[in-house]
């Protein structure tokens, strides 16, 4: 539905050369929610501006529905447009006027009339939640409510797919929650593609299908959100998951372990959805005879699924603890062997 292929723009400031895209390929497919994250300046917003034509690449190629963009002009811009709602952090909003007003300008656009406008006002204000703030100035709405009118305006034309731009990032928690509650739900009964960007994970994991991850101007990884939470591969994306799933051993441990005179090995173990059907930790100490000691555990929901991370003592003999291994790997979990550093209390993770 959206495609790019090895797009590249630089923008130019006196003698300054800013490299925003580099070499940039993507595709999101029709239905899905695409999410893009990454840090401020990774050349996010460049990019999802170059799906509604309003950035251009210096070289590579945008499409929207199998029709490349760097030919669009005049009329078939503004169908191109019509077929994609934009949403934005500060909302972009006529404080000044009513709700109505607000929601009416792209219909007004189109020519619509006077009956449509107000039906289709109607219409979208009661999807979003807001049917009694119709006259209402945005200026006296909160900032969540101004999100729900930003998204009414932008599906007041029917678009078939919605572009959000840090839709949430202006506001808290709990706000943001709500919204992203109401954009699964554009997504889900509307049937709308949903391409957003955005520098919070927690934005990726509630909502997105699939995620790129940005850096520097390019995409360094790319994939399911489950894979790509479960097994990242970048340091960048290890850091963006660690702000939503704490993997790491606990400051507590490393003065409590020392203590243990026994023999041990450490491991982080990772559940992704219901790809492991056993109950490996009871197992552990069932079949391999060794004593277990969950010394950290985060489970997080994600994509109506759940992602769970342990860290674990695993207390017996050598080859006790081999066999444990081999049972964890063939279960399906994935498992990292955790190695402790103690004068620098850090834990480095091999294979
Ligand atoms: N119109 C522009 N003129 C000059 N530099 C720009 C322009 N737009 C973006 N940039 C630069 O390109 C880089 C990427 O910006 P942007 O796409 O806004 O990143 P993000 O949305 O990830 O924060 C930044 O260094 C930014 O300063
Ligand atoms: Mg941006």
Request: proline share 2%; glycine share 8%.
């Amino acid at each position: 539905m959206i495609r790019l292929e090895h797009v590249s723009r630089t923008f130019r400031e006196k003698n300054l050369e800013v490299h925003a895209l580099q070499d940039v390929s993507l595709q999101v497919q029709e239905g899905e929610i695409y999410g893009i994250v990454g840090f401020s300046g990774a050349g996010k917003s460049t990019l999802i501006r170059l799906v509604n034509r309003l950035e251009t690449p210096d070289t590579g190629t945008v499409r929207v529905d199998g029709e490349e963009l760097s030919g669009l002009k005049g009329k078939a811009l503004s169908i191109l447009r019509r077929k994609i709602g934009m949403v934005f952090q500060q909302f972009n909003l006529l404080e000044g006027k009513t709700v109505y007003h607000n929601i009416a300008i792209p219909l007004r656009m189109e020519g619509r009339s006077k009956a449509e406008i107000e039906r289709r006002v109607s219409e979208v204000l009661d999807f979003v939640e807001l049917g009694e703030k119709k006259n209402a100035y945005v200026s006296q709405l909160s900032g969540g409510q101004k999100q729900r009118v930003g998204i009414a305006r932008a599906l007041a034309t029917k678009p078939k797919i919605l572009l959000c731009d840090e839709a949430t990032s202006a506001l808290d928690p709990q706000t943001t929650e709500s919204i992203l509650k109401l954009l699964k739900r554009v997504n889900q009964e509307m049937g709308i593609t949903i391409m957003l960007i955005t520098h919070q994970m927690q934005v990726i994991q509630m909502i997105c299908d699939r995620v790129a991850v940005m850096e520097n101007g390019k995409i360094v990884e790319e994939g399911n959100v489950l894979d790509v939470f479960g097994q990242p591969q970048a340091e960048v994306t290890r850091r963006f998951v660690r702000t939503v799933i704490n993997d790491q051993v606990p400051e507590t441990f490393y003065d409590t372990i020392r203590s243990e005179n026994r023999h041990y090995r450490l491991e982080q173990l990772k559940f992704i959805g219901d790809t492991v059907n056993e109950p490996v930790i009871a197992s552990l100490c069932r079949r391999e005879g060794l004593d277990v000691n969950i010394v950290g555990a985060n489970i997080s929901p994600m994509q109506g699924s759940m992602m769970s991370v342990f860290i674990l003592q695993l207390i017996g003999d050598s080859e006790q603890i081999n066999a444990a291994e081999a049972y964890i790997d063939k279960s399906g979990a994935i498992r990292k062997r955790l190695i402790i550093d103690w004068e620098n209390r850090t834990v480095t993770e091999t294979a």
